[in-house]
T-cell receptor, first 110, second 114 residues
Framework: RKEVEQDPGPFNVPEGATVAFNCTYSNSASQSFFWYRQDCRKEPKLLMSVYSSGNEDGRFTAQLNRASQYISLLIRDSKLSDSATYLC???????????FGKGTSLLVTP | DAGVTQSPTHLIKTRGQQVTLRCSPKSGHDTVSWYQQALGQGPQFIFQYYEEEERQRGNFPDRFSGHQFPNYSSELNVNALLLGDSALYLC?????????????FGDGTRLSIL
């Protein structure tokens, strides 16, 4: 079983739509969770950290369910510029490495 | 505020050769991690350097080695290159001892093996 699993998509949505991405992780001892965004042939960029109580940054909302080992990212009012691959990232317990999912591809169309 | 910088941007090598990639961390960061990203995959952790020592290593062979210098910059060395080493190599920097700090990535070095 992969340590971090994501639906690869692609998700094709019209501008203004709301879209949600899901991610599951295998190690219940993980403590740190992030969403990164990666544009085509570019480096991953931190989108937001994910906290147990859930957190919001503008149009982006992240949720964490530790019991189900499940992380989500909700994007409201999608913009063309949101088109990218979204990477779910979980720390390796008792260490310093990060485990990345394969990413979910989003295409926002006019 | 300088971000993470990597060099070179692109590199073409042949099988059996050796390569050195370089990374300067973001200003104020003291920890450097290296990742390999194959096409269509998420980044895979190679190793992390802190206080000039390899602090943690991922599932990569000994052909992959590294170094961190007193100014926190780092090198990744790969010996006896294989076709499968073709990938984007990403350097990420972070601050300090806590494992929960987010990592900030450089633009990467795209390595092609012929």
């Amino acid at each position: 079983r992969k340590e971090v699993e994501q639906d690869p998509g692609p998700f094709n949505v019209p501008e203004g739509a709301t879209v949600a991405f899901n991610c599951t992780y295998s190690n219940s001892a993980s403590q740190s969770f992030f969403w990164y965004r990666q544009d085509c042939r570019k480096e991953p960029k931190l989108l937001m950290s994910v906290y147990s109580s859930g957190n919001e940054d503008g149009r982006f909302t992240a949720q964490l369910n530790r019991a189900s080992q499940y992380i989500s990212l909700l994007i409201r009012d999608s913009k063309l510029s949101d088109s990218a691959t979204y990477l779910c990232v979980v720390n390796v317990p008792y260490g310093y490495a990060l485990n990345f999912g394969k990413g979910t591809s989003l295409l926002v169309t006019p | 505020d300088a971000g993470v910088t990597q060099s070179p941007t692109h590199l073409i090598k042949t099988r059996g050769q050796q390569v050195t990639l370089r990374c300067s961390p973001k200003s104020g960061h003291d920890t450097v991690s290296w990742y390999q990203q194959a096409l269509g995959q998420g980044p895979q952790f190679i190793f992390q350097y802190y206080e000039e020592e390899e602090r943690q290593r991922g599932n990569f062979p000994d052909r992959f080695s590294g170094h961190q210098f007193p100014n926190y910059s780092s090198e990744l060395n790969v010996n006896a290159l294989l076709l499968g080493d073709s990938a984007l190599y990403l350097c990420a920097s972070s601050l300090g001892q806590k494992p929960d700090q987010p990592q900030h990535f450089g633009d990467g070095t795209r390595l092609s093996i012929l």
